[in-house]
T-cell receptor, first 114, second 109 residues
């Protein structure tokens, strides 16, 4: 079984540019989550999709962040325009509807805004 | 949000049991305790979870105090490959994980 795939693995962009991160969940996993860790801080929840619907987006920091999950398969997280404080590692995770065995996380995208 | 508190770092000798504590004194009755670990450049890896009973699987054991305000993750025979950052997390509501700062565990030969 393929795991959760994220790309790119690294991205370096200038302040004010746009970046789009992609996540491919495990096939058949209806739940998809985005988390991020900024320097020196704990991993924090951003949002949760159930299929193509946003179940909880309470962790999205501001309206520069837009997440989509068209067709309930892969998801994208766009940051536009990027700011210096957006630098960090963005993780995607997925799980089946019965979540009792924990999420499976991807390896993350390390975003650096300069 | 219920929060977790963990020591920032710990050391353990190879072959010994590693006991990692976590405080979650504000946990609610229906919130689960989850443990993950992160090895350099990888994503967090699920280890174990529990509600109020002690749990054991092939990776670790989880001991939760009776009042549920703290828990301990036990790696029974630590190896060098267990060197990682270990996160205690609470799952809230519709499946949102709330992570602590993590404990950097170093296994020494």
């Amino acid at each position: 079984e393929a795991g959760v795939t994220q790309f790119p693995s690294h991205s370096v962009i200038e302040k004010g540019q746009t970046v789009t991160l992609r996540c491919d969940p495990i096939s058949g996993h209806d739940n998809l989550y985005w988390y991020r860790r900024v320097m020196g801080k704990e991993i924090k929840f951003l949002l949760h999709f159930v299929k193509e619907s946003k179940q909880d987006e309470s962790g999205m920091p501001n309206n520069r962040f837009l997440a989509e999950r068209t067709g309930g398969t892969y998801s994208t997280l766009k940051v536009q325009p990027a700011e210096l404080e957006d630098s960090g590692v963005y993780f995607c995770a997925s799980s089946q509807l019965d979540r009792l065995y924990g999420y499976t996380f991807g390896s993350g995208t390390r975003l650096t805004v300069v | 949000d219920a929060k977790t508190t963990q020591p920032p770092s710990m050391d353990c000798a190879e072959g010994r049991a590693a006991n990692l504590p976590c405080n979650h004194s504000t946990i609610s009755g229906n919130e689960y305790v989850y443990w993950y670990r992160q090895i350099h450049s990888q994503g967090p890896q699920y280890i174990i979870h529990g509600l109020k009973n002690n749990e054991t699987n092939e990776m670790a054991s989880l001991i939760i105090t009776e009042d549920r305000k703290s828990s301990t993750l036990i790696l029974p025979h630590a190896t060098l490959r267990d060197t990682a950052v270990y996160y205690c997390a609470i799952i809230q509501g519709a499946q949102k994980l709330v992570f602590g700062q993590g404990t950097r565990l170093t296994i020494n030969p």
